[in-house]
């Protein structure tokens, strides 16, 4: 009798040791989406063929400073939702002319990313369906005479893109923005 007891103690201690320690190692959503880190989205010229980076075209900003030299009067709506940190790239397509300025952030959740696009998203009239995507996840804004912005989050990633340069082929700046945005969600669902 005294033997089954330790037995069944000895059990007890394990499986609470197995809940404690292995609860222990699980990763939440919030941590898994920290370990992402903003600057591995960066696109390189395997991801974008014909486009190339423009000399001084990638900066990061991870200070209200640094983000204060990119974006001229807007900064404050960024910081005040939460930025974390985030990179602007300029790129250039020789041959046609165009030009895409790409800033993609780290709101460092799902939640706050979403509130920046839909911040920016909800002020556009009207919207521009980008690729096959949702308007929840992606918009495309026509209102640029040469050109499109475009608005996409995912994960705590909230990507703005603006390419210019296109005068009457407003339809290539859409296909263009919609490949952007694929490629950076490609890129943020393989980490």
Same mark, same amino acid.
């Given at each position: 009798?005294?033997?089954?007891?330790?037995?069944?103690?000895?059990?007890? =201690?394990?499986?609470?040791?197995?809940?404690?320690?292995?609860?222990?190692?699980?990763?939440?959503?919030?941590?898994?989406? +920290?370990?992402?880190?903003?600057?591995?989205?960066?696109?390189?010229?395997?991801?974008?063929?014909?486009?190339?980076?423009?000399?001084?075209? @990638?900066?990061?900003?991870?200070?209200?400073?640094?983000?204060?030299?990119?974006?001229?009067?807007?900064?404050?709506?960024?910081?005040?939702?939460?930025?974390?940190?985030?990179?602007?790239?300029?790129?250039?397509?020789?041959?046609?002319?165009?030009?895409?300025?790409?800033?993609?952030?780290?709101?460092?959740?799902?939640?706050?990313?979403?509130?920046? @696009?839909? @911040? =920016?998203?909800?002020?556009?009239?009207?919207?521009?369906?980008?690729?096959?995507?949702?308007?929840?996840? +992606?918009?495309?804004?026509?209102?640029?005479?040469?050109?499109?912005?475009?608005?996409?989050?995912?994960?705590?990633?909230?990507?703005?893109?603006?390419?210019?340069?296109?005068?009457?082929?407003?339809?290539?700046? @859409?296909?263009?923005?919609?490949?952007?945005?694929?490629? =950076?969600? +490609?890129?943020?669902?393989?980490?």
């Amino acid at each position: 009798m005294c033997e089954k007891k330790f037995y069944q103690s000895v059990i007890i =201690f394990l499986v609470v040791a197995l809940f404690f320690f292995g609860g222990c190692n699980r990763v939440s959503v919030e941590e898994e989406e +920290a370990q992402l880190n903003v600057t591995q989205l960066a696109l390189e010229s395997n991801d974008i063929q014909q486009w190339v980076e423009e000399e001084d075209g @990638y900066n990061v900003y991870k200070t209200s400073e640094e983000l204060y030299q990119l974006i001229d009067g807007g900064a404050d709506e960024y910081l005040n939702r939460g930025l974390v940190e985030g990179f602007q790239q300029r790129l250039t397509r020789t041959e046609t002319g165009y030009s895409a300025t790409i800033m993609v952030m780290d709101f460092g959740t799902i939640e706050k990313a979403a509130n920046m @696009y839909q @911040y =920016f998203s909800s002020r556009i009239s009207p919207v521009v369906k980008a690729g096959n995507y949702n308007s929840s996840v +992606a918009v495309i804004d026509p209102s640029p005479l040469d050109g499109c912005i475009g608005y996409a989050h995912f994960k705590q990633f909230y990507i703005e893109l603006s390419l210019m340069g296109y005068g009457a082929e407003k339809s290539e700046a @859409y296909n263009n923005t919609a490949r952007f945005i694929e490629i =950076f969600q +490609a890129k943020i669902n393989a980490k």
